[in-house]
C-alpha cells in the first residue's frame, strides 16, 4: 500500500508510574494524530486507569495486529494481556511491571521488522523494574539495538526543541568515560546525529563537538585529549562533507547553543550535556534512540513515582516526543516507498 503516513506505537510506559496518564492526556492533543496512523499497544485495565487519572475518556477502535491500523483514519487500540491490576500499584518498581514493558516493547519491533510500524513513542520506563522483570542490558537502547540487529554505532539523542545532543559514553562509570573517547565513535555520534536531524526535518543541521577537559585542555596543559583525538575528529568529519565545529569548552559551548549557533552537540560523557539541556527546559525534553532502524522517542524525564496516580502529569514532553518520533517516521516511510517506487 502506497499510504505515506507512518504507523506510530505508542506504549503505556511503566504501569506504576505517570505514563497510562501521559498517553491518556497525548491523546486528548488531537492535531498530532492528522497524518499519521497511531497504534496504542497495552493492557485494557491499565488503559482505562490511565484514562481515570487524566480524567478524559477515549474511545479506540481495537484492532488485533498493526497492519489493520491503515484501515482506520484515527487512532486504534491493541489490547495486549501482560499483568493483571493486582500485581502491581503506584511507585513500585516490581519484575511483574518489568516483565510487562519488555513484552509490549518486543511486540512493537517484531511489527517494526515486519515492516508494519514505522516509529515507536513510549512513556517513561523504569529500568530497575525492567531488569527485575528479565531485561539483560545496561539499558532499552541496548536492548533495541540487540533485538533490531544493529551493528553500527548507535546512542541516545537527548533534545529540547531545536537543540539536540549526542553523547561519546552513556551509562559507565565516569572514571571510564576516557577511554570511549576515540576517534572512530566521535565521527561516528557526529555523522549519526546530523543524519538523524535531517530525518526529523531539519535540512542542514550544524554539529558542535564539546571538549573532554576543562577549558578544552588549555593547550595540552590540562589533557591532551582535544588535540590528540577530539580536533582530528572533527576534521575527519569535516573532510567527509559533515558541517562540525570544535573542540569547544563544554562550559560555554551550551550558551552558543542556547543562542541558535548550533543545531546539535556531541558530548564526550552523559553528564556533560544531560545537566546543560535538563536545566535549559527539562519539562519539554526528549529522548530519541538513535542509530536504530526505526525512530524510537520517549519524554526525557522519568517516571514520577512521587505524582503517580495524581492526575498531575505534564503532557509537554510526551506530546514532543510523539512529533518527533512522527515526523522521523514518516520521512522514513517516505524514503522507503520511493526506494521500492
Not at 2 to 12: E, G, Q
Request: glycine share 10%.
Amino acid at each position: 500500500m502506497n499510504d505515506s503516513r507512518p504507523v506510530i506505537a505508542v506504549i503505556l510506559g511503566d504501569p506504576a508510574g505517570i505514563g497510562p496518564e501521559l498517553v491518556a492526556r497525548l491523546f486528548n492533543e488531537k492535531d498530532l494524530f492528522d497524518d499519521v496512523h497511531t497504534v496504542l499497544l497495552g493492557d485494557r485495565w491499565l488503559w482505562q486507569e490511565g484514562q481515570r487519572v487524566a480524567g478524559i475518556s477515549h474511545s479506540l477502535p481495537e484492532v488485533s495486529e498493526f497492519a489493520e491500523a491503515r484501515r482506520h483514519s484515527g487512532p486504534v487500540f491493541l489490547a495486549m494481556d501482560t499483568l493483571s491490576e493486582g500485581e502491581v500499584g503506584y511507585a513500585e518498581e516490581t519484575a511483574a511491571g518489568g516483565a510487562s514493558v519488555l513484552a509490549l516493547l518486543t511486540r512493537c519491533m517484531d511489527a517494526a521488522l515486519a515492516g508494519d510500524v514505522d516509529a515507536i513513542c513510549f512513556a517513561p520506563l523504569n529500568k530497575f523494574s525492567m531488569k527485575k522483570g528479565g531485561l539483560k542490558y545496561e539499558d532499552e537502547l541496548h536492548f533495541f539495538a540487540d533485538y533490531l540487529n544493529v551493528n553500527e554505532y548507535f546512542c541516545e539523542f537527548n533534545t529540547l526543541g531545536n537543540l539536540w545532543t549526542a553523547r561519546i559514553s552513556s551509562h559507565i562509570p565516569l572514571k571510564d568515560a576516557a577511554d570511549y573517547i576515540t576517534e572512530e565513535r566521535i565521527v561516528a555520534a557526529s555523522r549519526l546525529i546530523y543524519d538523524s536531524l535531517q530525518l526529523a526535518g531539519n535540512a542542514a543541521p550544524r554539529v558542535a563537538v564539546a571538549a573532554f577537559n576543562p577549558h578544552g585542555g588549555e593547550g595540552g596543559t590540562c589533557g591532551r585529549e582535544e588535540i590528540d583525538v577530539i580536533a582530528p575528529a572533527v576534521e575527519a568529519c569535516r573532510a567527509q562533507g559533515y558541517p562540525v565545529s570544535g573542540p569547544f569548552p563544554a562550559d560555554t559551548l551550551f550558551i552558543k547553543a542556547r543562542d541558535g549557533e548550533f543545531d546539535a552537540v556531541v558530548t564526550m560523557y552523559h553528564d556533560q550535556g544531560q545537566i546543560a539541556i535538563k536545566l535549559l527546559g527539562f519539562m519539554e525534553g526528549v529522548t530519541v534512540q538513535g542509530g536504530l532502524p526505526i525512530p524510537i522517542t520517549t519524554p526525557a524525564h522519568g517516571t514520577a513515582f512521587d505524582i503517580a496516580g495524581q492526575g498531575k502529569a505534564n503532557v509537554g514532553p510526551i506530546r514532543n516526543a510523539f512529533a518527533i518520533a512522527s515526523r522521523m517516521g514518516k520521512n522514513l516511510r517516505q524514503q522507503r516507498l520511493a526506494t521500492h517506487a
